[in-house]
């Protein structure tokens, strides 16, 4: 028996652009060569699955396969340029502006032990029923739980020891 997990994005639907999270069943791809990239692994993953490692046939091959996808995460080691906290830790860091795109831009934000858990809780079902969990799954927090950019900053400021610069937003 084997199980693979394999990991890709919230990025891989085709943008909607909709108020809602997209679902496991929702169309593929984009527009940007990223997303679009994310799109293709999907489908790429998704047709060897019911190719050659179908659920139906697990008692033949004993393979068991499923994707998962999160998104808007933070913490814990992303210091990449472009990403929010890190650019806003510099800013600080520096005394200078922080300067954001979007203040009012609202993400359902999730720190990544919570996508880590919910990875490892998957391949442990993955492996323990195989059938029943070898398919797409997305994790996300609750709607509820969305926040606009600047509450993430100023949850950021808050715990900032020195006076941390104001907002501006480019």
Same mark, same amino acid.
């Given at each position: 028996m084997k199980s693979v997990l394999m990991i890709t994005s919230d990025k891989c639907y085709d943008n909607k652009a909709w108020h809602w999270g997209y679902r496991e069943n929702d169309a593929m791809g984009s527009f940007d060569p990223y997303s679009s990239s994310k799109g293709c692994a999907e489908l790429v993953i998704e047709a060897y699955r019911h190719s050659f490692f179908n659920p139906e046939q697990y008692a033949e091959h004993g393979v068991a396969i499923a994707t998962a996808r999160t998104g808007n995460v933070?913490? +814990?080691?992303? /210091?990449?340029?472009?990403?929010?906290?890190?650019d806003v830790i510099d800013a600080f860091i520096n005394r200078k502006p922080v300067i954001l795109r979007n203040? *009012?831009?609202?993400?359902?934000?999730?720190?990544? +032990?919570?996508? +880590?858990?919910? &990875?490892?809780? +998957?391949? *442990?079902?993955?492996?323990?029923?195989p059938v029943a969990y070898a398919e797409a799954w997305n994790f996300g927090p609750n709607k509820v739980d969305t926040r606009p950019t600047?509450?993430?900053?100023?949850?950021?400021?808050? &715990? /900032?020891? *020195?006076?941390?610069?104001a907002l501006t937003s480019a």
């Open positions: 933070i913490g +814990l080691g992303d /210091w990449a340029k472009g990403r929010l906290i890190p203040l *009012e831009s609202a993400r359902p934000w999730q720190h990544v +032990l919570e996508s +880590l858990g919910a &990875y490892m809780l +998957l391949a *442990e079902r993955l492996f323990d029923g600047a509450w993430v900053v100023d949850l950021l400021a808050s &715990y /900032w020891k *020195e006076d941390a610069s």
